[in-house]
């Protein structure tokens, strides 16, 4: 089985390899694949998660349609952006305690 941390990292070489201004900009980003359960009998569902800046955020946006259809073809079923600044000053956040790693980088990313 694929690991989320290696899908994310292939779905980061296909965006480089097929629209390398795209890549530019997700190098800015935190790219990573989350995974949800849903329903009776539990479903799993993976999708990606693009942390990137607020001035970041429309040009992400613009192109979501070709992130989308790219993580469809590798079997996730959605994209999705969030602001790494609103997320980090949520004060019902437990990042921090959950993914320490994550919420350093989120950090740097939204200094």
């Not at 899908?7 to 989350?34: M, S, W």
């Not at 040009?59 to 952006?81: D, H, P, T």
């Amino acid at each position: 089985m694929i690991t989320e941390e290696i899908l994310a990292q292939e779905f980061i070489r296909v965006v480089n390899d097929y629209y390398p201004t795209l890549g530019e900009l997700l190098a800015g980003c935190h790219v990573k694949v989350i995974t949800c359960f849903w329903g009776r009998p539990a479903k799993r569902f993976q999708y990606i998660g693009i942390y990137c800046q607020e001035e970041m955020m429309p040009y992400i946006q613009a192109k979501k349609v070709i992130l989308r259809e790219l993580a469809e073809s590798m079997g996730l079923i959605q994209v999705v952006c969030f602001n790494a600044k609103r997320l980090l000053r949520d004060p019902m956040s437990k990042l921090k305690q959950s993914e320490p790693r994550l919420w350093l980088e989120l950090q740097l990313l939204a200094a």
